[in-house]
């Protein structure tokens, strides 16, 4: 039994040095009992150094009351993603964002383990990013004044309700009032943002999305608002995304999957226009607008404290709300030919649009993925296809599954035989409810009695 237990721990300990992230154990008193090469290099460490000492010991700077590892042996809760600054024995600060676990035997705590990232490298990274944003910027503004690709005649319409939505936005584009865009994945968000900016007398502006779903919570701060020389090891002065916007507009797009507590910030520039960097005391103002998208409604937002309130409010000047594709079915074919006609000209090829059922389905399908959906469908198809017009046959494997009952050949669109069969179903069900009373029955289905023993004799003689 003891040689299984040792080998057990000889296995587990060989799996955790070879994860690429820090890894550190301690016991109940607060003793390392594992600490991973990785973990060392991001504290500036030997593992000898740590392996067997006491927390604080090794990390100085570190209290019964801010370190992760110890306030998760006190309360057996854990703590996700904490980004946590220290100091060890060498007089070298740390940056980390931590992920603390209690460990538990029988259900007594026995110790805490530490999944540790470096802060640190990940901010370097983030501030190349904003570099890079700055350095295309510089370019875009070389070559042209306009900064976005899409205008809103870019948004293809024939249908009525989504015309008057981009007359409004047309309108509405002259202000500086903050806008708020509401849409399901795929239904033109951006497209629209952009489409507006280019409208707004904002245009000769800079013209700057982020997505705050696509960068780390901890760094999403950094990125927005910039950070002050030493505000970390490394750290220079540095503008964020709002400086950058300054004189344009910024569009920040999945607001929902913003910290509630960077949403406070943001509420404070929407309301003084004044940002602060990450680390510094002096407030910078800017002039920017701010267009903030969701890809969930509002209210389920709001209801999940996915959204401050307070934000929302003060976003929800001017509102716009994308319709899905399925809510316009208008739009279906018209878009279907004109992507063909674009995949016409970029492929060389003369299809002459949609077989009859396809266009039955392309009508009936709730194209989950909206226009973007629609428009990978007839790029996949057109690039496959050699007939003259597209048919089920070319769709993508997962939504010809779905065709199959619309398009196939066998299928009876008799509108006769059709009604005789729902006919049928009716009386069968009205029978079946009245236990084969045909006056209550014939009450049901509201036709005389007569008619209903003629129709139930023409059926069964």
Known sequence: MAQLTALTQEVLSAILKTIDEGIHVVNTEGETIFYNEVAAKHDGMNVKEVQGKHLLDVFPSLTVDSSTLLKVIKSGKPIYNQTQVYVNIHGTRIDTINTTLPIFLDKEIIGAVEIAKDYTRMKLLAERLLDL????????????????????????????QFKSLKDEARKLAKSDSPILVYGESGTGKELFVQGVHHESLRAEGPFIAQNCAAIPETLLESILFGTAKGSYTGAVERKGLFELADGGTLFLDELHAMPIE????????????????????????????????MNVHPSNALQEQKLRSDL??????????????????DDILFLSDFFIQLFNRKLHKSVQGLEGKLELFFLEYKWPGNVRELKHTIEYMMNISDSPKLCAKDLPVMIRQQAAPVTQEEKDLSLRKNVAELEQRLIDHALKLTDGNINQAAKLLEIPRQTLQYKMKKTNP
């Open 262 to 293: 960077l949403q406070a910030k943001l509420l404070r520039v929407l309301e003084d226009g004044m940002v602060r960097r990450v680390g510094s005391a002096q407030n910078v103002s800017v002039d920017v607008r701010i267009i903030a998208a």
């Open 133 to 160: 944003q700055k350095g295309f910027n510089k370019i875009g503004k070389n070559k042209s004044p306009k900064t976005v690709k899409y205008t809103l005649n870019d948004l293809k319409t024939v249908n009525h």
């Open 312 to 329: 929302y409010y003060r976003l929800n000047v001017f509102t716009f709300s994308l319709l899905p594709i399925r809510e316009r079915k």
